[in-house]
């Protein structure tokens, strides 16, 4: 196969400032040879890293993603950061199985900054892996708009995923296999099946702005005098609003397992309240 057919994986590196970075950083120095396509970011703790980044990463045609970072406990910020990489990462395979994502694509490595030649050795290894599955969605047997679309709808449940299992991706635990016992992929199924959603019913809300103002996201679209509306983009379905709205107004609705009803238009939210 002639070199200008070769496949080119797209590939991405979330390396550590302190450790990771100066391993590669090594590796340049040493003149020890990886693939050029390979792009390397330097975040400055591997915790850092967040599945909407990996998420987003293989949304916008990634082949494969690497996250590198210090070794267990040698981690600069109160030896923890790495251990939210860890478990972060373990989550995210399960995440991109159940979009359908080859989790091989997804790869995470401890390497310290004396560690040139092990850096080296870790990217042209995991890039010969990628180059053997080939283009993103190819072994999957997905095409591109299926594969985006998969992906956009589990972006939108991260940070529902972060409020359900936030205990667990808080572990600190030094045995690596801990991490990967925490979450099954019938768990996840469990979890995209029972996520809800929240509505505004137009018929009940009275704009007294009591979930507007209790909303940690700003997702509620409010004005005084006009029904409320939850951007369904920017909701982390974490259920403040149904828990704010008054008993006595009742408008906020926990849907399960059903779509959200569209929003009213805007010409049609103005309340018109009864005057004496």
């Known amino acids: ?24 950083d090594l590796c340049g120095v040493s003149r020890f040879q990886y693939p050029t396509y390979i792009r ?14 990996i998420l987003f ?21 109160n030896p923890e950061g790495n251990y939210d990489a860890l478990s972060m990462y373990n989550f995210c395979k399960k995440l991109l ?7 091989k694509r997804l790869r995470l490595e401890w390497v310290s ?33 299926e594969l985006k679309t998969r992906l956009k709808n589990i972006i939108k449940l991260v ?14 635990n030094p045995d690596e296999e801990v991490y990967k016992k925490l979450y099954t992929s019938e768990d996840i199924d469990r979890l995209i099946k029972e996520a809800p959603s929240y509505y505004i019913d137009p018929k009940r809300c009275q704009a007294c702005m009591t979930c507007a103002r209790r909303c940690p996201a700003s997702a509620i679209i409010s004005e005084k005098n006009k029904i409320h509306i939850i951007d369904q ?24 397992g059903a779509p959200v009803p569209p929003p009213i238009p805007d010409d ?3 309340i018109i309240r009864k005057t004496g």
């Open 1 to 24: 196969m002639s070199s200008e057919s070769k496949f080119r994986p797209k590939m991405l590196g979330i390396i550590c400032n302190w450790c990771c970075y100066g391993g590669a």
């Open 40 to 53: 390397l970011i330097r975040v400055m703790c591997s915790g850092r890293v967040d599945m909407k980044h």
């Open 57 to 77: 990463a293989f949304l916008n045609g990634a082949d494969g993603i690497f996250v590198g970072g210090c070794h267990i406990n040698d981690c600069h910020y």
């Open 97 to 103: 199985e159940h979009v359908g994502i080859n989790p």
């Open 113 to 145: 900054a004396g560690e040139g030649i092990r850096f080296a050795n870790i990217m042209n290894e995991f890039s010969r892996e990628i180059e053997e599955l080939g283009p993103l969605g190819r072994i999957e047997g997905l095409d591109e708009n």
């Open 159 to 172: 940070p529902y995923f972060k409020l359900v299992k936030m205990k667990e991706l808080a572990i600190h």
């Open 233 to 256: 983009d920017k909701c982390i379905r974490c259920g403040t609003c149904y828990d704010a709205c008054p008993p006595k107004f009742g408008a906020v609705t926990k849907i399960v």
């Open 268 to 270: 049609q939210r103005t």
